[in-house]
């Protein structure tokens, strides 16, 4: 039923709770994940160049062991015996919805898992959410985990 399941965190609190409900399906079905932590891109103009800056809205980052989030999260995946891999691609800012979709259907995901910050509905139109972008969107089911 979910041979392969994508998750998508950014190492925030909310993404960390996307995590066992990710793990659980992994479990109950066999699936194989892929861990995606997608960081934004913002652009600033400087004099005269262009500059690329990365925004982490986790502050959290690179960890001291030197891996990404989602590098992170899939050796824990691993050590709990779910066949898991991570990547972390890069997205222009407010691009990162886009290139959760890209990447699912490239894998070939059966389910997408993400947490979500919690907003209203009415907030999460107006703030263009990744969550509420993804689940409006995508090809397969969405778990959004509060």
């Given at each position: 039923m979910f041979e392969r399941v994508l998750l998508a965190v950014d190492g925030?609190?909310?993404?960390?709770?996307?995590?066992?409900?990710?793990?659980?399906?992994a479990k109950k079905f066999g699936s194989?994940?892929?861990?995606?932590n997608v960081r934004e891109i913002?652009?600033?103009?400087?004099d005269p160049e262009l500059v690329l800056r990365r925004s982490d809205p986790t502050g959290k980052g690179i960890s001291e062991e030197g891996?990404?989030?989602?590098?992170?999260?899939?050796?824990?995946?691993?050590?709990?015996?779910?066949?898991?891999?991570?990547?972390?691609?890069?997205?222009?800012?407010?691009g990162a919805a886009k290139e959760i979709l890209e990447?699912?259907?490239?894998?070939?995901?059966?389910?997408?898992v993400m947490g979500t910050r919690?907003?209203?509905e009415l907030s999460g139109l107006?703030?263009?959410?990744?969550?509420?972008?993804?689940?409006?969107h995508s090809d397969c089911p969405v778990t959004v985990v509060r």
């Open positions: 925030s609190e909310h993404s960390e709770r996307a995590i066992p409900v990710a793990a659980e399906l194989e994940v892929l861990v995606l913002v652009l600033m103009r400087a891996l990404s989030p989602a590098e992170q999260v899939t050796e824990r995946l691993v050590k709990d015996g779910i066949n898991a891999h991570g990547k972390s691609v890069d997205a222009v800012h407010s990447e699912a259907r490239e894998f070939g995901a059966n389910h997408i919690g907003h209203s107006l703030l263009g959410s990744v969550a509420t972008k993804v689940l409006h």
